[in-house]
């Protein structure tokens, strides 16, 4: 069966996060991120936690990254860091390496 053309898969926007509440696993970050982005549709890529705090990078529709990104910074405990059409970029700008797959 043919993969859809790229023009038909929709554009999405990379967002990395900052979560300042701590080392969290990654269920209860997705948690967290979903209370604050009630109606927007997001997929989780990586957690990692840093120190005392969690990096996350997640997927946002286009038409929604700038909801996403007013919702944000108005959160105390979530801080958005960078956005970007690609995840490359985004794991470069918070000094992350891309997680080796599982097999």
Do not use: Y
Not at 73 to 98: A, F, H, P, Q, Y
């Amino acid at each position: 069966m043919a993969r859809q053309s790229k023009a038909s898969r929709g554009k999405f926007r990379w967002l990395g996060l900052r979560i300042n509440n701590g080392q969290l696993s990654r269920n209860s970050a997705t948690a967290m991120i979903q209370q604050i982005l009630t109606e927007i549709n997001f997929r989780m890529f990586d957690c990692l936690d840093v120190d005392s705090h969690t990096l996350v990078i997640i997927r946002v529709n286009l038409k929604d990254i700038d909801l996403a990104r007013e919702r944000f910074g108005l959160n105390t405990e979530i801080e958005s860091l960078t956005t970007s059409g690609k995840i490359r970029l985004v794991r470069d700008r918070m000094g992350l390496s891309k997680p080796v797959r599982k097999q």
